[in-house]
């Protein structure tokens, strides 16, 4: 039996380099075998890693949020590429929040264009890749910058599963990006929508403006987004609702990064409740994306042992 075939009847192994929602019940649900490693920062700042688990001619897989990525990126090309010079016999990466999507072409002149330069980075370290609803505004697909096999999962069949649940709900999409996504959610879901406009004035400046929703005095709003960055879309939007005479505002969101805190200014803004899918670590944590990821890490993890 060669090594490729004996890898075919072992259990994948799990790594991740911090802690992360989704690990244990992937862990469960993929019937893994969970990594080890040690992981330290040197007086200077640098790294130090090293995996305790024997990885020879096993399937790898690592799961990291890539929100923050600064941060994480090299770390996590350093326990990828380790797992490739100890004879693993794939990695795959599980990145439920994929950063550097956003910068997709030139704005100004000399820009770099970094979903492009970061997507071939990080292919070079990878056999395959799964995320959570990118940001694909103006790609089609993934496979237009990376250049391994890839999966994207939908993170609204979550979101609508767990609107379904409630009753006398108004969902509101701040933007003309949102209108398909928010429609479809509005459609499983089986409450109405509405879409606003929304104005970019900087990075972190917007102005959000709504249709008539005076039909809807007493429904929840509660508003889609996909990401949660900066928070000035939904804090713009609550403020746009208020005034409306809305009174009962929530937000559900699948990526919470809430940079610089905004989740609390955004409760202190008149939300009632803040949710978010558990692609990133959160408190606000109350939708489960995990279901979704099985059948696609399994495709992946599959197609890499097969037998050439």
């Not at 600064?70 to 010079?85: A, G, H, Q, S, W």
């Not at 004035?201 to 508003?223: F, K, W």
Request: contains cysteine; negative net charge.
């Amino acid at each position: 039996m060669n090594k490729q075939m004996a890898s075919m009847n072992k259990q994948p192994i799990i790594f991740s380099l911090e802690s992360h929602p989704l690990v244990t019940s992937l862990f469960v649900a993929l019937d893994a075998e969970m990594g080890a490693i040690a992981t330290r920062e040197f007086p200077d700042g640098e790294s130090y890693l090293r995996i305790a688990s024997q990885v020879e001619n096993r399937s790898c897989v690592v799961v990291c949020d890539l929100s923050h990525p600064n941060v994480k990126y090299l770390p996590l090309i350093f326990l990828l590429d380790t797992l490739r010079e100890l004879g693993a016999s794939s990695v795959g990466l599980i990145a439920p929040y994929l950063s550097y999507m956003r910068q997709d072409r030139r704005f100004v002149e000399g820009e770099a264009v970094t979903s492009r330069v970061f997507a071939r980075a990080l292919s070079a370290h990878i056999d395959w890749l799964v995320t959570v609803d990118p940001h694909l505004h103006r790609y089609h697909s993934l496979d237009e910058i990376y250049s391994v096999p890839s999966r994207v999962i939908q993170g609204a069949p979550a979101l609508a599963a767990w609107l379904k649940t409630k009753t006398s709900l108004l969902l509101v999409g701040p933007d003309a990006e949102s209108e398909q996504w928010v429609s479809d959610i509005a459609s499983y879901s089986g409450h109405p929508f509405v879409i606003g406009s929304k104005q970019r004035l900087g990075d972190r400046q917007v102005e959000v403006t709504l249709p008539d929703i005076s039909d809807y005095p007493s429904h929840t709003a509660v508003i889609i987004d996909d990401v949660i960055s900066s928070g000035q879309t939904i804090l713009q939007c609550i403020e746009t609702l208020k005034i409306a005479g809305i009174h009962s505002i929530q937000c559900v969101a699948v990526h919470g990064i809430f940079a610089d805190g905004v989740d609390a200014a955004l409760m202190s803004a008149g939300l009632e409740s803040l949710v978010t899918s558990n692609t990133i670590g959160h408190r606000s944590n109350a939708i489960d994306i995990a279901p979704l990821l099985v059948d696609p890490i399994n495709s992946c993890l599959n197609s890499t042992r097969k037998v050439g």
